[in-house]
Each structure stands twice: as C-alpha cells, then as structure tokens.
C-alpha cells in the first residue's frame, strides 16, 4: 500500500505522535499528508494506546477560578484588593492562594490582578479613578499614609494608573511633582 510505504518513513515519529499527544487521526492525517484511514490503519496495526483526551481543565470546571476570572475582567479589576477579593468569594487564605496560583501560572488574569493587599489602598485608588480630589485629600480620606508615595510605587512597578482628575494649578503641580518624584526633603526647599 502507497500510505503504508509513506508512512514507513516517518514512523518512528508519527508513533511517537500517537503515543504521546492527543492530536486527532485527522490532525495527523493532515500533518503525514496521508488518510484518516492510514493513521488509523498504523494505529490498529502497531497496537498503539491513545493517551485519553486530558480531562477539561481545572479552571474550566472550577467555580472560583471561573469567577476571578470574570471579576478580572471588569475594568480596573487590578484595583480591588485580594481581601475584598477573599470577602466576595468567601475564600480562606490558603484557597485564595491555590486558585489564583493556578489563574496565574495559566496567564488568565492580568498579571496585576489581586496583587494589592490593603483595603485602604483600594479605596484610595476607588476615590482616585471617581473624583476630583487632590491627592493628599484622597489619601487621608482613604487613610493612606503619603498616597503621592503609593501612586509612584505603583506606577514603576507597572500599574496602569491614569492621570489624576484633580487639576493642580501651576505652582501646585511643580510641588506635586517634587513629591511625586521623592526629591522633598532631600535635596532641600
Ligand atoms: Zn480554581
């Protein structure tokens, strides 16, 4: 048979394809440029056990993986604080770390998502994103100490963090900026 001889040549590694992957016979039909029916006949003829399919994904099935996955992708979903987060899901402390190790080492969250821990700080960004405050008033509202220092750290580590709504006039905004960028105190005035 054509196929067979065909096949001949590249048998080690299409066995080594039906042992060791669940690519369907139609899949590797395509890839050997033969038939169903030749892969299948290979398959029969060699004896070869198919890997059963992988069984659906633990996130896939997962109610609390498939949750955070739907929180995450609210907009701003990176703000909300993993304890809001382990309130809203009635998570314990070393379920929320299994599940969303999972969701992360799949990448199906953003990678910032539940990475803030405070309260105080979710509200401060809460505040940030909705009204137009000065910073400083934000942060004492929120009850964040220094929120400039917070807004800066977050920000070089690669938060998406928009610019404030508040609008300092000229003056302001320079003095803003020395804080913002840590100079106060230090180089002096
Ligand atoms: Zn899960």
């Known amino acids: 048979m054509a196929t067979a001889w065909l096949l001949r040549k ?13 690519l369907t016979f139609r899949r ?29 994904e633990h996130t896939e099935l997962c109610k609390i993986c498939q949750s955070l996955i739907r929180i995450s992708k609210q907009p ?15 998570l314990k402390t070393n379920d929320w770390i299994y599940h969303i190790g999972i ?20 509200l401060a960004f809460q505040i940030y994103f909705k009204e137009r405050l000065p910073i400083s008033v934000i942060g004492s509202r929120a009850g964040v100490k220094n929120f400039y220092a917070v807004l800066k750290r977050y920000n070089a580590s690669g938060w998406d963090i928009p610019a404030p709504l508040f609008v300092y006039d000229g003056d302001e905004r320079r003095a803003r900026f020395k804080v913002i960028n840590g100079r106060r105190g230090r180089t002096g005035k």
Do not use: H, N
């Not at 590797?28 to 069984?55: P, T």
């Not at 604080?81 to 009635?90: C, G, M, N, P």
């Not at 992360?104 to 821990?117: H, N, S, V």
């Open 10 to 22: 590249v048998e080690d590694q299409l066995a080594k394809d039906l042992k060791e992957t669940v």
């Open 103 to 122: 969701l992360r080492k799949k990448r199906l969250i953003p990678e910032k998502f539940g990475r803030i821990y405070s309260k105080k700080t979710e």
């Open 28 to 56: 590797l039909a395509r890839k050997y440029g033969v038939s169903y029916q030749a892969i299948f006949d290979f398959c029969q003829r060699k004896g070869i056990k198919r890997l059963k399919k992988q069984k659906k």
């Open 76 to 90: 701003q979903s990176e703000f909300i604080s993993s304890r809001t987060l382990k309130e809203k899901l009635r």
